[in-house]
């Protein structure tokens, strides 16, 4: 049965773009016109940079291919702990953009984080200080309460493996420790498991604190590995962590399930860590990716086949 209150969407992570500017990434209009080719109808943006960035561009290649935003994404700017005003910076470009083209979300992805995805280095205790932390939430707080008031957008935080919010123990003390108006969830399924959480448990704890959602897999035996071996994400994630569905965890059946009992209008964008990939990679896996899920009531809709707005925003 269609999940109604559900949107199914895909992003650039998807065709393996994790930065604004990269040869070894599909190129943009490539990765649009895949999109298309995989029956999916809305994205979100990725790393500011990757797609067009002047509004009048975007909207025209997004329209020539019947193409909407769920959101924008703020990327490579760091956690809100620590160079907040180049955090702030970096967000108001993306919230402006995500604004222009009809987004609500902007989904903040803490990276990078204290650890080096090439190097495997430690660039930070992987656990915040008291003073971290109050940066954290406090700073958390005040963009959120930017993007809302001066840009109509919500911010969506991403919880993330290899930052300083990735336990399940550590996205509930964020939440706990958040203003509900102005900060919740980009709940990422897999970043989640990465990490041993119960995803189906942190939805129904904190319902009204989910407004998006990244759904995606990780191979249990890899993350058990980058435990025991010390490897940093981005290791990981080349030697296969991110997996197509229905091959990983967490169970997508028991996090839809916990889903459908929300009441509220959310996205649901798959995100499969790929990078690097060769080109002629993703688009078979998006399309057997959308077969599934549409298999299990997540299918992808233009904004005139919805019979409510689609806000992404807990009512």
């Known amino acids: 049965m269609e999940i109604r209150h559900l949107q199914l969407g895909s992003c650039p992570d998807s065709w393996g773009v994790w930065y604004a500017d990269d040869p070894r990434q599909t190129p943009w209009n490539r990765f649009l016109d895949e999109m298309v080719a995989s029956g999916y109808k809305w994205l979100e943006l990725g790393p500011y940079g990757y ?50 083209v009809g987004a609500e979300n902007v989904v903040f992805v803490p990276v990078p984080g204290y650890r080096d995805d090439v190097t495997n280095a430690y660039l930070a205790p992987a ?9 954290l939430t406090r700073n958390s707080n005040t963009l959120g309460k930017i993007l ?11 919880p993330h493996a290899d930052y300083h919010v ?70 990981a994630v080349a030697q296969g962590a991110s997996v197509e569905p229905p091959a990983g965890e967490p169970n997508i059946p028991d996090v839809l399930d916990a889903l459908r009992e929300l009441d509220a209008e959310l996205f649901v964008v798959v995100e499969q860590d790929m ?28 904004p005139a086949d919805i019979s409510r707005p689609v806000t992404g925003e807990a009512i």
């Open 51 to 100: 797609l067009p960035t002047d509004p009048a561009q975007l909207a025209d290649e997004l329209a020539a291919r019947g193409l909407s935003v769920a959101g924008g994404t703020v990327a490579g700017a760091g956690g809100p702990h620590k160079d907040f005003d180049t955090v702030v910076a970096e967000t108001r470009k993306v919230a402006a953009l995500a604004s222009a």
């Open 127 to 135: 656990e915040l200080d008291p003073d971290g932390w109050l940066a």
């Open 148 to 158: 809302l008031e001066e840009y109509g957008v919500h911010m969506r935080f991403h």
């Open 166 to 235: 990735e336990t399940q123990a550590q996205t509930e003390r964020f939440l706990e420790e958040t203003d509900p108006r102005y900060v919740s969830l980009c709940l990422d399924t897999g970043h989640l498991a990465y990490r041993k959480a119960d995803v189906p448990g942190i939805i129904r704890k904190y319902p009204e604190r989910i407004g998006y959602v990244h759904i995606k897999q990780m191979d249990p035996v890899i993350a058990e590995r980058a435990v025991t071996e010390d490897l940093a994400f981005g290791k």
């Open 275 to 302: 990078y690097p990939v060769e080109f002629d990679v993703p688009l078979p896996i998006a399309q057997r990716t959308r077969t599934y899920l549409n298999s299990v009531g997540l299918h992808s809709r233009a």
